[in-house]
């Protein structure tokens, strides 16, 4: 039984295409993925031009649906690593950005293991924290409010005691 090789993909992520370029490190071989912003969609098309011969590697940058595209994936044995932008190493004087050389880059500093992954929270954590955001926001709107009442109020001369 041979060994497979192993296929770093690095993956862009937006709202109307997921770019992803897959890169075997030993090789050089390097080859360009698109296909819709689907999760299904993806799974498929990476098993399709890699689950036979090589084993997936995937990262792609933390956005807003990071963390479930990331589970997704690991749901159907594919390996996959969220990086946060901030510890992607930036080249000086590099200025084009496409979602093509984004994930092109990715792949290849991912393959070159660069990249530093995330913690990727459970589905019961990232609950907790949407909420707890939600309630700060809130009270922050809040307080904003009654800030703008009581301006207005003293704008108009009424006493207006909390």
Do not use: W
């Amino acid at each position: 039984m041979s060994v497979k090789k192993i296929v770093n993909v690095g993956l862009d992520v937006d709202n109307t295409a997921f770019n992803g370029t897959g890169l075997v490190l030993e090789t050089g071989e390097c080859l360009e993925i698109k296909c819709k912003p689907d999760h299904d969609v993806l799974r498929k098309k990476l098993n399709e031009l890699f689950k036979d011969q090589y084993t997936i590697r995937l990262c792609c940058e933390s956005c807003y649906i990071g963390y479930s595209l990331c589970r997704f994936l690991r749901k159907h044995g594919i390996h996959c690593d969220v990086i946060a932008p901030s510890l992607i190493p930036v080249k000086t004087g590099t200025r084009v950005k496409t979602d093509r050389l984004d994930a092109a880059k990715l792949a290849e500093y991912y393959a070159k293991s660069l990249l530093t992954p995330i913690y990727i929270p459970d589905e019961t954590d990232e609950e907790v924290r949407d909420i707890l955001r939600s309630r700060n926001f809130l009270v922050r709107q809040r307080k904003m409010l009654k800030t703008h009442i009581l301006s207005a109020c003293k704008r108009y001369d009424i006493s207006f005691q909390d």
